[in-house]
C-alpha cells in the first residue's frame, strides 16, 4: 500500500497562499491517481483536486477552481497543492490520498492530514 505524508498546512489571512506537500512512498505507479481532499468541522469530507501520476489531466471541484493548482514531481514522489487567494471557507484539514486507476476502485490510501485555517 502507499503511504502519504502531508505537510505545509498553516494560518494564513484571507487572499493569502499555501503550499501543501505530499510525501508519496510504496509501489506507485504511472496507473495511479494521486487527490487533495478535505474535511471542514461539521462537514463531510470532500475532493478538491487530483491528477495522474503518469501526468496528464487534472480535475478541481468547482469551488476552487482557477484558485488551486495540483501538480507532481515524479522524481521527488511528491505531489503539491497551491492554495491561492484563500478563502475563510477553504478552513479544514487536508489529506493527500492515492488510488489505482482502475474502474469500481476508491480511494484508498490517505495521508494523516495537515490543518489549513485562513482567518479573515
Known amino acids: 500500500q502507499v503511504q502519504l505524508v502531508e505537510s505545509g498546512g498553516g494560518l494564513v489571512q484571507a487572499g493569502g497562499s499555501l503550499r501543501l506537500s505530499c510525501a508519496a512512498s510504496?509501489?506507485?505507479?504511472?496507473?495511479?491517481?494521486m487527490g487533495w481532499f478535505r474535511q471542514a468541522p461539521g462537514k463531510e469530507r470532500e475532493f478538491v483536486a487530483a491528477l495522474r501520476w503518469s501526468g496528464g489531466t487534472t480535475s478541481y471541484a468547482d469551488s476552487v477552481k482557477g484558485r488551486f493548482t495540483i501538480f507532481r514531481d515524479n522524481a521527488k514522489n511528491m505531489v503539491y497543492l497551491q492554495m491561492n487567494s484563500l478563502k475563510p471557507e477553504d478552513t479544514a484539514v487536508y489529506y493527500c490520498a492515492a488510488k489505482p486507476v482502475v474502474a469500481g476502485v476508491n480511494w484508498d490510501s490517505w495521508g494523516q492530514g495537515t490543518q489549513v485555517t485562513v482567518s479573515s
Open positions: 510504496g509501489p506507485i505507479f504511472g496507473s495511479y491517481a
